[in-house]
């Protein structure tokens, strides 16, 4: 049973517009939470983390919004650049049970020039 | 150079054959992990270390063998390769700091072909 989805496989955007990409969560203990960018034949690479004690975290064009009671984060890219276009993951941890991540599938975003 | 590196990018095994997949981070981070990714699968975590000496199981463990005698290496071993694991294999490292925010620093990946 997934604990992580990401239900959109891919989403295009229009550059300069936002993207909006969303992960739903079913394990009420998780409580620390990430989002990694993915370039073909490279590793992940951290975009942006958000604590459940927060319920929004901003880093430059990025800003991740957690809803704890819907159990759904999003992450927004305003403006989207081409250079954007890859796969993102969402991860979740649950800090009080170890130390893992448990990943989404990803969602591949494309943002047309 | 510094950073989190794997080796071999690229390897083709067969079935039955033991395979090691090396990964070496120059950070001194504690925690060390490998996960694979496969096509619907996203990433899954394969095995996890907290410190030299000191690992244990992920979501997918089975038919993995790691081992941590040095801080800086984390070898995950195949023994009996099965083409199940075909997949892109990535090793990475974290610094842990409590109640503050953390991340993990991913290596470039192994593609590894189970024939």
């Known amino acids: 049973d997934q604990q992580v989805k990401q239900n959109s496989p891919s989403l295009s955007v229009q550059e300069g517009r936002i993207s909006i990409l969303n992960c739903d969560y079913t394990?009420?203990?998780?409580?620390?939470f990430l989002w990694y960018k993915k370039y073909p034949a490279e590793g992940p690479t951290f975009l942006i983390s958000i604590s459940s004690i927060k319920d929004k975290n901003e880093d430059g064009r990025f800003t991740v919004f957690l809803n704890k009671s819907a159990k759904h984060l999003s992450l927004h890219i305003v403006p989207s650049q081409p250079g954007d276009s890859a796969v993102y993951f969402c991860?979740?941890?649950?800090?009080?049970?170890?130390?893992?991540?448990?990943f989404g599938k990803g969602t591949r975003l494309l943002v047309k020039p | 150079d510094a950073g989190i590196t794997q080796s071999p990018r690229y390897k083709i095994t067969e079935t039955g054959r033991q395979v090691t997949l090396m990964c070496h981070q120059t950070w001194s981070h504690s925690y060390m992990f490998w996960y694979r990714q496969d096509l619907g699968h996203g990433l899954r975590l394969i095995y996890y270390?907290?410190?030299?000496?000191?690992?244990d199981k992920g979501e997918v463990p089975d038919g993995y063998v790691v081992s941590r005698s040095k801080t800086e290496n984390f070898p995950l071993t195949l023994e009996s390769a099965t083409r199940s694991q075909t997949s892109v294999y990535f090793c990475?490292?974290?610094?842990?700091?409590?109640?503050?925010?953390?991340?993990?620093?991913f290596g470039p990946g192994t593609r590894l072909t189970v024939t």
């Open positions: 991860a979740a941890s649950a800090r009080g049970q170890g130390f893992s991540f448990i």
């Open positions: 394990n009420s203990m998780f409580d620390y």
């Open positions: 270390s907290a410190a030299a000496d000191i690992t």
């Open positions: 990475a490292s974290s610094v842990y700091w409590g109640q503050s925010s953390y991340e993990q620093y």
